[in-house]
Structures are given as C-alpha cells and as structure tokens.
C-alpha cells in the first residue's frame, strides 16, 4: 500500500475510533431540553463549535491528529455538505476569518459567490419592470458562481498544514457509507421538497422512491457527492472549476439555459483580504470586510453603542433595546446605500468604522423615544428563523483560531442540484439588489452599489468576528439568520463584554434585531412581554418572532476555551479536548 494511502486509512480508522466515543457525549447533548445550550468541559487543547454534531466531531478528530484550526476547519466545511445540506456545501460560497497564532496576524478569506460573467442589471426584472422573485430564488439564473471549493482549499494550502486528501477523507467516508439522519434533516426536506421537485438529482439524493425523505434513523449515503469529493480529493479544486465537476455543471448549465460558464468556473478564484477591524472597551474586533456588510456594520454598531454606559442600563432592559434598536436603524440605512462588492465600486469602509462618524450617528438618536424609520416600504416581510446558513468556529493550541460562515442563501439554495454530482446550487443572486428599493428575501433594501453586474459578488451580512484581548483570542462567533447574522453577532459581543456573561449565558439570551426598513422591532418571544409593551411606548412597532440566528462561539479565559453551540438549534455540538 503506497504512503499516501496508509495515512488516508489511518485517518478513517482514528475518526471512526473517535466518533464512536465521542457519540456518546454526543447522545448526552442531545438529551438537553430546548433552550438549554451545549454544555462542553472547558478544555485546554481546542474547541469546536457547530450546528451538526458529526461536523464538530470531525473538526475534533482532526486537531487531536495534530492538525490546527484550519485543517479541522476546513474538514468540517467539506464534511458539512454531506451532513448538513441545507447550508453546508460545494455549491455555494462564504467567509473565513483566520487568526495565526504564530503571527498574530488575522486574515479574511473571500470566497462568495460571483455573478456569472453573461449576467445582467436587469435580469430578474419581468416586462413591467417589477422584481420576478422565482426567477431571483429559484431558478437556474439565481446560481452565482460558486466559491466554497476554491475558499476551502486556499485556506487549507496558506495556513493549514495537512494535505487536502487527507482532510477531505471524513467527508467522503460519509458521503459513500453514509451518516444516519436526524430529525431535523428530515424535517429540513420536508419543508424544502416542492422546491426541490423540480431537480431529479435532489430527488434522487435526498428523497426516497416514494417521494418522501428518509425517516430518522435511516442511512443516507449521497454516491454522486463521493465521486464529487473524490474529484477534489485527487484534483484539487481545479477538478470543481477546470475538470470533471465543471464538465458536469456546465452541461448542466447547457442544458437549463443557465448562465454559469466554463470561463465563469475557470476564472473563478478565492481572495485573501484584510479585515475590518475596530475597538470595542480595550478588545479588538476584526471581522468580515465587503462584499460583506457584516464586518463594517458590526463595528459601526459597536462605536455607537461605546458611547452609552450600557451595563448600567441592565441586560433587555427597555432603555437598553432602544439604543441598541435606533443603532441598528442607522446601521442598516448606511448598508442601503454604501455597500456592495469593493471591486466594483469604493466601498467608504473607513468611514464607516470610524469613532467620528459614530460620534456624529450618535446626536441623531433621541435617547427617549424611537425615530421612524424614513422610507418605510410597507408589507415587506423577512422572513422568521435563520439556519440556512450554518457557521463554525474553531480554535486550537497554537493560538490559530477559525471563524467560518458559509452558505446557499436558502436552504437546500436554489433547489437545484447538478446532475451526476450531488452537489446543490445556491440562490446567492437573490442577494443583489434587483432594482433599487425593492427589498430582497430578506427584506433588505439595497442600491446602485449592489445592482447585477458581471462577475460582481452580491453584498452579505455574514459576519464572521474575532475578539482579541491583548493579541490573544478571547471571543469567536457567527451565525446564520440572513439580515439577522449582524445584531445577533453583536448581541453576543455585547453580552459577554458589558453584560458580563458568560459565553454560555450569552449565546442563550434572547436577542432583538431592528434593520431600519421594515421598521419593525423584532423580539424573541422568550423575552417577555411587558419588555414589549415597554418598547411600544417608546414609538416601536414590536414583532415577537422565533429564533434570531444561530451563533457558534468559542471563547478563552485564562487559557481555558469555553464553547457555545446555540440552544436555537436542534443539531449542535460544542466540543473540546
Ligand atoms: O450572504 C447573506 O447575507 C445571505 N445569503 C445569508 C443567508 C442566510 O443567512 C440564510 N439563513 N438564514
């Protein structure tokens, strides 16, 4: 048996050896009643964070191997697209946040999805002008070219130390010999299935003969997405963007009347960028900068809210909800009108994160009652949860830490899966601004900034933060929840640092999020109601909704990480060693 493959055997045989005794621990979480968050020892070695137990399991292995943060990341990204399809993927795209250990540096890895190179300003708009929303959502022109593949290997080949092969072998062991599926994954297709009727391949993979999805407890082996992983595993990403899967997705593409070409793939490529960083109380925030708005916004957020002595006002108080609530207006009004993808157009990041310009937002808050919200479009709805997007963080004992959103944009993305591969399409086009005012599925206005153009990549609220104190980690976190990724990051930031909780504490809180149109102030329902009836007098048109996000977080404390996978969702685990 050559070298190479000894080691990929060895490998299998450690993960299968550490995902049996981890199942244990993973049966006991399991056992929590909702609203409880995971409960991992604190450890010394590292700590992984996930939406899905088999992904976190799989990241662990992977640093007990010896393998650091990305490795283990990058791991979990491959094995997310078999174990949590509705968000982890091969066809869609997303962010990486890195810190070095070794260097103290931290770098932002850019790997969203682009517009395909054939599309147009005003491709989803019908005859009379207005947005055609099947065609932004869920046809085959709603696929941005996709990044995840080219994002995962840069990683793995700039700051990761293991070979691609090798931390790919997970994800294809339980693509070939399948993973059980859980309720939640059969509830997740039964909820995407009319969507998804339309893709023989998704029908093939995820349903049964009968049309209905696996029940809880059987197998699921996905063949097409073995074959996919095995590509990439002897090939590289250049299978997915040059070879055998391009062949498949383009034909695909040929066949649909799709835009994505074999110069889309081939030109696509992954970037490194610096990220935005700011100060909040003595910490350092480094996030996601554009074609994120995650980053930019969450540190505008925070430079406001420096200002105002929030631990005073007491956790979901309602004076508290108010400042954060008129922070987030103003916020996600700049958004509207400043963001899009940097490339394309200059992106006023600087200042934006400015201490001066929050200084200036800050005279525009009326400390006692609500401002509305100027150009209220009425009955544009967002929509209520957020787990279709997934994020992970990781973090290690050299001092590499890894935070990791990445996406479809819906679950399950466009629906849409290339035949002969297993591999889902995102809808991330919808995430453009299809015409100016018109809100997206998010209910985000955006503008000429974010207007379709070739080869453009659609502005994002992923927001994959890292909280340094004194050049060490002390807080990671993200969160899927589309218009919701960026005050539920925050709110996590702001629990652990004037609120004092910890990151268990924190994550479990009940959250608010108010995105300046439409003006609405969103509670979570475990915030009880006479908060509400408080907020209403201050002017606020109160919503009580389900979850807002889904954060992963790790944090450190005097050398020890403590991690929190979000009670909102039922598949978690937070694990270290
Ligand atoms: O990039 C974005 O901002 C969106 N495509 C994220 C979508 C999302 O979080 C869906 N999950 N609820």
């Known amino acids: 048996m050559p070298a190479d493959s000894i080691l990929k055997y060895i490998f299998a045989f450690c993960l299968v050896l550490s995902l049996s005794t981890a199942a244990t621990s993973a049966r006991a979480e399991s056992g929590f009643s909702s609203g409880d968050t995971t409960k991992p020892a604190p450890s010394r070695n590292g700590m992984v964070v996930s939406e899905e137990k088999i992904a976190t399991l799989v990241g662990l292995s992977v640093l007990k191997e010896g393998g650091n943060a990305v490795d283990a990341a990058v791991a979990m990204g491959f094995a997310l697209a078999v174990t949590y399809p509705r968000a982890g993927n091969l066809g869609g795209g997303g962010f990486m946040l890195v810190h ?205 809210l420096e200002r105002y002595p929030l631990s005073r006002y007491g956790h979901n108080s309602a004076r508290y909800i108010h400042i954060l609530s008129e922070t987030m207006k103003l916020a996600y009004a700049d958004r509207s009108k400043h963001l899009g993808d940097p490339d394309f157009s200059p992106v006023p990041t600087e200042q934006l994160i400015s201490k001066q310009y929050a200084k200036r937002l800050t005279n525009r808050i009326n400390p006692q009652k609500a401002t509305p919200s100027k150009y209220v479009k009425p009955g544009s709805p967002i929509p209520v949860g957020g787990t279709d997007t997934t994020h992970f963080t990781v973090a290690d004992r050299f001092g590499n830490v890894v935070s990791n959103t990445y996406t479809l944009n819906f679950a399950y993305g466009s629906g849409l899966a290339v035949p002969g591969t297993g591999i889902l399409l995102n809808n991330e086009m919808d995430d453009f601004s299809a015409k100016t005012g018109t809100p997206n599925a998010y209910g985000l206005i955006g503008g000429e ?129």
């Open 449 to 577: 900034k974010n207007s379709v153009a070739p080869g453009k990549r659609m502005l994002s609220s992923m927001t994959p933060t890292i909280v340094l104190k004194d050049e060490e980690l002390f807080l990671a976190t993200g969160s899927p929840g589309g218009s919701r990724i960026i005050t539920s990051v925050l709110q996590v930031i702001l629990n652990v640092i004037d609120h004092k909780m910890s990151i268990r504490e924190a994550v479990a809180a009940p959250r608010v999020h108010h995105q300046w149109l439409p003006d609405i102030l969103y509670v979570e329902k475990d915030a009880g109601k006479e908060l509400g009836t408080k907020l209403q007098k201050k002017g606020y048109e109160v919503k009580r909704t389900g979850p807002i996000g889904s954060t992963q977080s790790v944090t450190r404390v005097n050398g020890v990480f403590h991690g929190a996978a979000d009670s909102r969702h039922p598949g978690r685990l937070a694990q270290g060693y």
């Open 100 to 304: 070095l250990g070794e260097t103290g540096r931290t770098v932002a890895i850019d790997y969203r999805e682009k517009a395909p190179l054939k599309a147009t300003r005003s491709m989803f708009l019908d005859e009379n002008g207005n947005v055609d929303i099947e065609r932004s959502r869920h046809s085959v022109y709603s696929c941005g070219v996709p990044g995840t593949v080219a994002g995962l290997s840069l990683a793995l080949e700039k700051y990761g130390t293991m070979p691609l092969e090798k931390v790919i072998a997970p994800a294809i062991k339980l693509a070939e010999e399948g993973f059980s599926v859980s309720a939640e994954l059969r509830k997740s297709l039964l909820e995407a299935k009319e969507r998804m009727k339309k893709s023989s391949e998704g029908m093939d993979v995820f349903f049964e003969n009968n049309g209905e999805p696996p029940r809880e407890g059987r197998i699921l082996r996905q063949k097409n997405l073995a074959w996919s992983l095995k590509e990439i595993s002897k090939n590289g990403s250049g299978a997915f963007y040059r070879g055998a899967i391009a062949k498949k997705i383009t034909d695909y593409m040929k066949k649909e009347g799709g835009l994505i070409t074999e110069r889309d793939l081939a030109s696509y490529e992954a970037l490194i960028r610096k990220p935005v960083t700011g100060s909040y109380r003595g910490y350092s925030i480094h996030s996601m900068p554009p074609p994120s708005s995650g980053g930019v916004h969450l540190i505008q957020m925070l430079n406001i």
